[in-house]
């Protein structure tokens, strides 16, 4: 379990491919200051496994063909700069929101537009996950927990969703640095999915 507080930007050194699943190594001092074998660290959003560590601040993580199908890490390539979160303690604050470190989808930026001290970023969003996206509701994108700030109308071809970023967010994630077309992981808010299916079970249930 994550919260979507980005704890430091990274940089995959190393990527090994192989037939369904690949084997990254990524350079983050700071997460994997206390990490061990089998924590949990989210890598632009995406909740994989510490399998290695170094004592200059690498670790390495394997990549199932299903992370790779539905995330951004695809085509992943040494030089990278990901965001890097820890897995939540039991203890710690929930910062942001209730984030899973399981991508539903690939996003991609269609603008940004400069504030005063601010940047205004949409980003398309898959047709099967604007149904779960609503204004002043969460997002995670690049394992980033961000405020919903604008949304487009239900039914369009192309739905897309509008972010906020904050100084802070500019400058301590790679959302701050992200071209206009590029990729982005998303994660939708697990609630508004659990009651969706709640609600398809009690309709069954009616129906029968």
Not at 161 to 189: C, M, Q, R
């Amino acid at each position: 379990m994550f919260t979507g507080i980005v704890e430091e930007i990274g940089e995959v050194v190393a990527v090994e491919f192989g037939v369904e699943s690949a084997k990254l190594t990524v350079r983050g001092p700071l997460v994997v200051s206390d990490a061990v074998h089998g924590a949990s660290i989210a890598v632009d959003g995406v909740c994989l496994t510490v399998i290695e560590q170094t004592a200059t601040g690498e670790f390495t993580v394997d990549v199932m063909q299903e992370s790779l199908e539905r995330s951004s890490l695809h085509d992943v390539k040494a030089g990278r700069r990901v965001n890097l979160e820890r897995a939540m303690a039991a203890h710690g604050r929930l910062g942001g929101h209730i984030v899973q470190g399981h991508v539903d989808g690939v996003g991609q930026l269609l603008s940004r537009t400069p504030g005063e001290a601010w940047e205004v970023v949409r980003c398309a969003i898959p047709a099967n996950l604007a149904r779960y996206v609503v204004e002043k509701g969460s997002i995670t994108i690049d394992g980033t927990s961000l405020t919903v700030s604008g949304v487009s109308d239900v039914g369009v071809a192309d739905p897309w969703l509008e972010v906020s970023l904050i100084p802070t967010t500019l400058e301590l994630t790679v959302l701050g640095s992200k071209p206009i077309g590029a990729d982005v992981n998303l994660e939708v808010d697990v609630l508004a999915k659990y009651v969706e299916r709640l609600n398809a079970f009690e309709k069954l249930g009616q129906e029968r």
